[in-house]
């Protein structure tokens, strides 16, 4: 069935992590692997011709917090290889997350940034999840960061590289050089003002004039961190020439405020910025990536890959989390609306999507947990009969069998109901993870 993982990424990645940790003062790296059993009754998510199959997977997964005293290394991975028993599709490869990697040459002075990302995203929104309409979106980028200054007056200079490349559309691919400058001033050790000029260059892979763009941003930021609440507020604006077409110009904001009381967690948040269909969110809703979660990953806007345009994403987050319900419980609530609006064609997408999660430690090796997420999608413009609301419920429980060996299993159903179809699925999962790094 070619489950293998790669040996080549297996064996850098166990390098990579092993080395850091012999050397840290401070090292935290997990690595593990272990296969998964899933049973879909709608391979596809289609509302005919439903295929019931099983989905055979290898996963492998690399946490790592390691620090030196010159060097960060900050990554969250996951890697898989699965096959499917009826062929309803191509066996598939798959790595998600996120890596960043900062060394201190001159201290104070100089910075080097190695940063990675891997998301899945969907080709169309509009149509279900499948192979066939998703691809992993990989962005690479090296930045050199140059200070000047003490601690309550410093300068800030930093000239960035960026790669982005998609699996499947590689025409959507794209090339970024940017340049940062900012100020920043403290008033306190707890209170900080920041000032920011960047300019960024971006020359896209599409034969199409208009594709390639160069943007100009100005932004101001107050940071603010107490004891228990911390906050952020900034406000800007950007403004992209491109090729060919009319000039854009955009208010951007970022608001943040995370409050913190023992048991309890509030965070709030509100953003508006301006990207591209070619890097989207630049990788930045990457979530879900658990060994003993074989769920999709929260998925990022449309794109057709034969038209590139300027999106504006605006976005607002609420979450909660209590672990006071009982001795050994954790409550977490969400609430994100997503909108994607698309300059050129005149369209827009919003998603809002909300969740309940409740998860209790029945023992020091068991426990259990169960989620509702319902969701809404809305589209305007020539997509606007694609609309379309969605539910998910699971439930899940996972056993540790001895201090490196764990099981878990997974029951859920998924229901989408839409203008244009409907579809509902059931699915079981069950999968060992053997922990070989610690």
Not at 405 to 432: K, P, T
Request: hydrophobic letters at 35%; glycine letters at 4%; a negative charge.
């Amino acid at each position: 069935m070619g489950l293998f993982l790669p040996k080549r990424i297996v064996r850098a990645v166990v390098g990579v992590t092993a080395a850091f940790a012999a050397c840290s003062a401070a090292a935290e790296i997990h690595f593990s692997v272990g296969p998964s059993l899933e049973y879909t009754s709608n391979a596809l998510k289609t509302a005919q011709n439903e295929i019931s199959e099983q989905r055979y997977s290898i996963n492998a997964l690399l946490r790592a917090d390691v620090e030196t005293p010159t060097v960060k290394l900050l990554g969250d991975y996951s890697l898989s290889r699965s096959s499917y028993s009826e062929d309803s599709q191509d066996d598939k490869n798959s790595i998600r997350g996120s890596l960043t990697l900062t060394w201190e040459q001159i201290a104070r002075a100089l910075s080097w940034e190695l940063s990675s990302s891997s998301a899945r995203v969907l080709r169309n929104n509009t149509g279900s999840v499948s192979n066939a309409n998703s691809e992993d979106r990989r962005i690479h980028s090296v930045a050199a960061i140059l200070s000047s200054g003490d601690p309550a007056d410093y300068i800030t200079l930093t000239p960035r590289f960026t790669q982005v490349n998609n699996q499947e559309s590689s025409e959507n691919d794209s090339t970024r050089k940017s340049l940062t400058a900012s100020f920043t001033h403290a008033f306190s050790p707890l209170t900080k003002i920041s000032v920011a000029l960047a300019r960024e260059d971006v020359d896209s892979d599409l034969p199409i004039a208009s594709a390639d763009y160069d943007k100009t941003s100005y932004s101001v930021m107050l940071r603010r961190e107490l004891r228990r609440i911390s906050y952020h507020i900034g406000a800007g604006s950007s403004s992209v020439s491109r090729r060919g077409l009319s000039d854009y110009d955009s208010t951007n904001w970022d608001l943040s405020v995370v409050y913190d009381y023992g048991t309890q967690r509030f965070a709030a948040a509100a953003s508006r910025s301006v990207s591209d269909t070619s890097t989207g969110d630049g990788n930045l809703r990457i979530s879900g990536i658990s060994a003993n979660d074989a769920g999709e990953l929260q998925l990022d806007i449309s794109r057709d890959p034969s038209v590139s345009d300027i999106v504006v994403l605006t976005r607002y987050g609420f979450d909660w989390q209590d672990e006071a319900l009982c001795r050994a419980c954790t409550l977490a609530v969400s609430l994100d609306i997503d909108n994607s609006e698309f300059v050129s064609r005149n369209e827009s997408d919003e998603e809002i999507v909300a969740s309940w999660d409740f998860r209790r430690q029945v023992s020091s090796s068991s426990a259990f947990g169960f989620l509702m997420s319902p969701s809404r999608v809305d589209f305007s413009g020539a997509r606007d009969d694609a609309d379309y609301k969605g539910f998910l419920i699971r439930a899940s429980a996972d056993r540790t069998l001895s201090e490196d060996v764990s099981v878990y299993m997974r029951i859920q159903r998924e229901e989408r109901n839409g203008d244009s179809f409907d579809y509902d699925v059931n699915s079981a999962v069950v999968g060992f993870n053997w922990e070989l790094l610690r």
